[in-house]
Each structure stands twice: as C-alpha cells, then as structure tokens.
C-alpha cells in the first residue's frame, strides 16, 4: 500500500510558475514509476509527465519544453515544476504510483487544483 499526499496548487496567472509536490509513504518507493496526471472539467484524466527511478522520464507533447518531473529518492517525493501556465493547464493534477513492471498495482493522490487565469 501506498499514500500519496499532493501540495502545491493554487491559482496563477498564465505565464507565471507552480511547483506540485507529492510525497509518497508506505512502502518501497524504488519500485514504482511516478506520474502526475490531471483532469479538467469534464474531460477525461491524462497523463501529464512519468519518471522512473532510475530518472528516465516522459511528457506529453503540450507540456514538453514548460513542465519538468523530478523525484528525490532519497525523500520518496515526486515534483512537478511547471512554467509558463496557460489557462488550458487549468485542472486538478494527480500523483500516481504505479508498480514497475506490475502495472496493475496503483495508487493515486487525492489530487491538488491549478487553476490558471488569462
């Protein structure tokens, strides 16, 4: 089992900057692929950037150039820094573990709103 606990969000004007941070508890962080996802209103969840332990990490084509992944093995955190919002990056971003190679085996965060005005 794993606990996902996001901070971080809040509200910003497009251009500017937002630092999400996950921290995970409860068992062995090296195993699991970490990924912020998010959700707009009445859209599906997508996935936003994946980085693995060893630091191997993958964007989506909207956010490549603007968001980066890190994670602090050391801290089991997991952040998200992201630059240059636009107001279609408004959503509720979520933290999720996914079991390396098992990729059955998830968990979620409780998510955290960013909301971005013109």
């Known amino acids: 089992q794993v606990q996902l606990v996001e901070s971080g969000g809040g509200v910003v004007q497009a251009g500017r900057s937002l630092r999400l941070s996950c921290a995970a508890s409860?068992?062995?962080?090296?195993?699991?692929?970490m990924s912020w996802y998010r959700q707009a209103p009445g859209k599906e969840r997508e996935l936003v950037a994946s980085i693995t332990y060893g630091g191997s990490s993958n964007y989506a084509d909207y956010v490549k150039g603007r968001f980066t992944i890190c994670r602090d093995n050391a801290k089991n955190t997991v952040s998200l820094q992201m630059n240059s919002l636009k107001p279609e990056d408004t959503a509720v971003y979520y933290c999720?573990?996914?079991?390396?190679?098992?990729?059955?085996?998830?968990?979620w965060g409780q998510g955290t709103q960013v909301t971005v005005s013109s």
């Open positions: 999720k573990a996914e079991r390396y190679r098992a990729s059955e085996i998830f968990y």
């Open positions: 409860g068992s062995t962080f090296s195993l699991y692929v």
